[in-house]
């Protein structure tokens, strides 16, 4: 089975804090992806990988960078974490040419 | 951009009832997945399906891509089947880059 496996399931950081979102996958997938879900706003793409080192913004990258220096590992990092950033975030990874998405479990990210 | 709209926003069924799930999206698209999330916020895979139909037990998934549409069918529903449905469609080839719809919120009764 495909196994995308984020580092926490809920957070709690404060305002002003550097925060690292872990996510891991072990499909020796190329793709990789992090969204974020917010009522009313629904699903947003933050971040794409395509390779390792490689990256690209998705709709809403302002506030947040990432990492890919290894395949498996795509980690999201809020630089100055603010209370807009509180937020359900989720990764995935996919594979072309099928480039079906699966996703890890979710992070609950609270920041006070 | 490609607009994706699923229908109804809301749906409530007793238990065996059997429901069908709508997606529409405004633009040619590579493929379409639909998923399930579970009430601890995880996205679960039920069809990756840029054409035709497919089956996986109770659920079914058809997608009319010339005609811009794809519906989820659930049949003899159970209250686990409780929880959000989303229709996702990929922006382009080989990116794998989604486009989700606003959901349907499934309750299911006993």
């Known amino acids: 089975d495909v196994k995308v496996t984020q580092s926490s399931r809920y957070l709690v950081k404060r305002t002003g804090e550097k925060v690292f979102l872990e996510c891991v996958q072990d499909m020796d997938h190329e793709n990789m992806f992090w969204y974020r879900q917010d009522p009313g706003l629904g699903l947003r793409l933050i971040y794409f990988?395509?390779?390792?080192?490689?990256?690209e913004k998705g709709d809403i990258p302002e506030g947040y960078s990432v990492s890919r220096e290894k395949k498996e590992r795509f980690s999201l990092i809020l630089e100055s974490a603010s209370t807009n950033q509180t937020s359900m975030y989720l990764c995935?990874?996919?594979?072309?040419?099928?480039?079906?998405?699966?996703f890890g479990q979710g992070t609950r990210l609270t920041v006070v | 951009g490609i607009q994706v709209e699923q229908s109804p926003p809301d749906l409530i069924l007793q238990e065996g009832a059997n429901s069908t799930l709508r997606c529409n999206f405004s633009?040619?698209?590579?493929?379409l997945q639909w998923f399930h999330q579970n009430p601890w916020g995880q996205l679960i895979n039920l069809f990756y399906i840029p054409s035709g139909t497919k089956q996986n037990g109770r659920l079914s998934a058809t997608t009319v891509a010339t005609e811009r549409y794809s519906l989820l069918y659930i049949s003899s529903s159970q209250t686990t089947d409780s929880g959000v449905y989303f229709c996702?469609?990929?922006?382009?080839?080989?990116?794998?880059?989604?486009?989700f719809g606003q959901g349907t919120t499934l309750q299911v009764k006993p």
């Open positions: 990988s395509y390779d390792v080192k490689m990256k």
């Open positions: 996702a469609v990929h922006r382009s080839s080989n990116t794998g880059k989604l486009i």
């Open positions: 995935a990874s996919s594979s072309p040419p099928i480039t079906e998405a699966f």
């Open positions: 633009d040619s698209v590579n493929n």
